[in-house]
């Protein structure tokens, strides 16, 4: 058996990635710096090489139509935003509306509000009401919302995602806790099971990135 190709990323080695992979510029950094003094909480913000691969798959399947679910403080949103087409719009669904406020006025700074319309409350709600239009169909769909919802969140952007467009699910490896989820972790146990859903699902083309706290790529058949 050959040995398996990967590097242990220590901190160190990941401020090389960022420093020669994202090109991050003053609005982002102000958006993650300001974040990081909310304490905690910070952690569900990503990182700055996760934000330029956003970027890039967003401009890479020339996105439109994006939809994101969990935009927290906006850092994400933002990367996605500056990939899209020209013309293109994302829809950001965040439920609490003091972070709506904040990323707002992050998307001001960083120039890219008048392509982000925020939808304040449940994503949930927002994915059925958005199913029952029947619109134009998104090309791209960044899942990071409470991980309980996943499975459902999931299963409503095959819906909404056009063929060929892409769905990307973050946090999939949660710390490592998918490996064995604590029953007590309803986070970790429904991440596990859509884990292997998405393996054998055949409705779609996936990969699975070991970037951040784990990435993957659910390319719609």
């Known amino acids: ?61 020339g996105a439109t139509r994006a939809i994101e679910l969990g935009t927290f403080t906006g850092y994400s949103a933002i990367c996605i935003a500056r990939g899209l087409a020209p013309g293109g719009r994302l829809t950001a669904c965040e439920l609490d509306p003091d972070r709506a406020a904040t990323a707002r006025r992050n998307f001001e700074r960083a120039g890219v509000a008048a392509v982000i319309d925020i939808e304040l409350g449940p994503a949930a709600e927002t994915l059925e009401r958005l199913r029952g239009e029947a619109g134009e169909p998104f090309d791209l769909a960044f899942i990071d919302a409470d991980k309980t919802g996943y499975p459902d969140y999931y299963e409503s952007c095959l819906d909404l995602v056009r063929p060929g467009g892409l769905i990307v699910l973050d946090n999939v490896l949660r710390d490592g806790t998918v490996l064995d989820p604590d029953p007590d972790d309803a986070g970790a146990v429904a991440i596990a099971a859509l884990n292997e859903a998405i393996a054998a699902d055949d409705r779609v083309d996936v990969a699975m990135l070991a970037v951040a706290d784990g990435i993957t790529l659910a390319r719609k058949r």
């Not at 990941?14 to 950094?29: I, K, P, Q």
């Open 1 to 61: 058996m050959s040995e398996p190709k990967f590097i242990a990323l220590t901190p160190k080695l990941h401020d090389y990635v960022v420093r020669h992979g994202a090109r991050e510029d003053e609005a982002l950094a102000a958006v993650r710096e300001s974040t990081a003094a909310l304490g905690d909480i910070a952690v569900m913000q990503i990182s700055p090489d996760q934000g330029a691969l956003m970027t890039m798959l967003t401009g890479l399947v």
